[in-house]
């Protein structure tokens, strides 16, 4: 057997060490890590503007709208078709559906098997993906640029024509439950889907996106089959790909392949539910007899991705939770050492929008970690960050554009986010400037403005016997919710009759 080849280190390799070796001091040093950090790395340099190819597009005469980004080089494309609807259109009750139905796409067509799929593909030298997110349902494609037509021929039977076989519903289902039964056995998820429900209740996007243990079993092949009639039309869709194809090219395979699809007669969807804060905030502990650790958020609503200070919230979100050197894992990993490591989410969706703060700890400090978060959080509304910090923290929103915009996926990740989020293609070029005209007092008062103490919820999933005593001495009104009691299909989180 001959030896494997010898690389030579790179820059990246050598900086993933550096940062693994400060890593490892911090853990073990926290009180003086980040002296070492600050000492170690060389200053960071004038920020840069990214190269951004402006994308091209069209729509056919059946709605479907085709967006093209030119990447000559290397032999690749990637894309995205999306649909204008996700999770969020699951009706009441079915939890899952659009999630359920996108995982079904790839396993069986009228005219092909789920193994001749996977062996097409893979003849191909291809990778086909389809999943249901907030807003959007997306089947992504990477594939050579020289079988970008049998690719497209594949995606297009993908989308148009699943077949849906009872035994690959029933196959799917039991898959489900059981990866769900797993991970409700982790607070992290417990906590993370209960946030949901304390926020928004029955409102829009309050449900757990891939269902419930009740959710899933329920579901049926005629809600399934009339999702995808309902939803998966070319006046709801957008082609949008990368890579080594040009417009002109792309425009007219596209038209060639997808310009037969239709959009059959009106199937009247159920009405969604209204995007609904709860206009109360709670404190909940979710008891988990068995937790090794609790995990703890604070939750409050926010903005959509419509907001005129949604870059505002963008930049106070990587201000509060969004890397290593944000004030959560500072003072709740590096000076006190009661997590590996604590972050942040600012989701901005079509309708509206959460911020959601939080970590895993041991179960005895739960409380102590909850009174940090919420007083970090509170600190954003009222403390502008330091001029060097904030810049900082603006380089790393975007460092992160720039990174993206290296590969194809990146440019197809970052236009479908725009196209979920109803927004215009201009956007796309001027998002570092957005982020740069942000100000410290903007992030600030973006905070004071949208997350005001009393709107905070608390939410912790952990062992009872440990965290409910002093977690009530600083929030009398707790509710504590066993287990086996708990309901994520109720904007109570508790089963009728259950404590």
């Not at 209960?194 to 419930?212: D, F, N, Q």
């Not at 959710?215 to 006046?235: G, K, M, N, V």
């Not at 979100?317 to 972050?343: C, F, H, P």
């Not at 923290?393 to 290296?406: C, I, M, W, Y």
Request: hydrophobic share 45%.
């Amino acid at each position: 057997m001959s030896a494997a080849p010898f690389h030579p280190p790179t820059m990246k390799t050598a900086s993933c060490a550096l940062r693994l070796l400060l890593a490892l001091a911090g853990f073990l040093f926290p009180s003086a890590h980040l002296q070492a950090e600050i000492e170690g790395l060389p200053a960071p340099g004038a920020p840069r503007n990214p190269q951004v190819i402006a994308p091209r597009e069209r729509t056919l005469p059946n709605g479907l709208r085709i967006v093209v980004v030119e990447r000559p080089g290397l032999p690749l494309v990637s894309a995205s078709l999306l649909l204008r609807s996700g999770a969020e259109a699951d009706p009441s009750g079915s939890a899952g559906l659009a999630s359920f139905t996108a995982a079904l796409l790839t396993q069986g067509t009228e005219a092909r098997s789920a193994t001749q799929i996977a062996r097409e593909v893979e003849a191909l030298g291809a990778r086909i993906e389809a999943r249901a997110k907030w807003d959007a349902s997306v089947i992504e494609l990477t594939t050579l640029s020289a079988h970008l037509a049998p690719a497209f021929g594949l995606l297009a039977d993908i989308a148009r024509h699943p077949r849906f076989a009872p035994e690959e519903i029933e196959r799917l289902r039991r898959q489900s439950l059981d990866e769900l039964r797993v991970a409700l056995e982790e607070p992290r998820t417990v906590a993370r889907a209960a946030a949901s429900r304390v926020l928004l209740g029955r409102g829009l996007y309050a449900h757990s996106p891939g269902g419930t243990l009740a959710s899933l079993q329920r579901l049926s092949r005629p809600e399934i089959t009339t999702f995808h009639a309902t939803h998966y039309t070319p006046d709801q869709a957008q082609l949008i790909l990368a890579g080594n194809v040009t417009a002109a090219d792309a425009f007219a395979l596209v038209e060639k392949i997808f310009g037969s699809w239709t959009t059959p007669p009106a199937t009247k969807a159920p009405q969604r539910p209204a995007y609904a804060p709860a206009t109360t905030p709670r404190t909940v502990l979710i008891d988990m007899p068995k937790a090794g650790q609790a995990t703890v958020y604070v939750a409050t609503p926010a903005v959509p991705r419509s907001a005129d200070d949604y870059f505002a919230g963008l930049v106070a979100n990587t201000i509060l939770g969004g890397g290593y050197t944000s004030w959560l894992n500072q003072e709740i990993r590096v000076k006190r050492g009661l997590t590996y490591g604590a972050r942040s989410t600012f989701e901005a969706l079509r309708a509206g929008g959460t911020c959601i703060a939080g970590c895993q700890t041991k179960n005895g400090s739960a409380a102590e970690v909850a009174l940090l978060l919420r007083a970090q959080l509170t600190r954003l509304g009222t403390t502008a960050a330091e001029p060097d910090f904030f810049a900082a923290r603006q380089a790393v929103l975007t460092g992160d554009f720039a990174s993206e915009l290296e590969t194809n996926q990146g440019y197809v990740a970052r236009l479908v986010a725009l196209a979920a989020g109803d927004r215009p293609i201009d956007e796309f070029a001027d998002f570092p400037a957005r982020i740069r005209a942000v100000t410290p007092e903007a992030a600030r008062d973006f905070a004071a403005r949208h997350y005001p103490a009393e709107k905070v919820s608390i939410i912790i999933a952990g062992r009872a016997a440990e965290i409910a005593r002093p977690l009530r001495a600083a929030f009398p009104q707790l509710e504590v919710i066993s287990q086996s009691a708990l309901d994520l299909d109720s904007p109570t989180l508790r089963r009728p009759g259950k404590r």
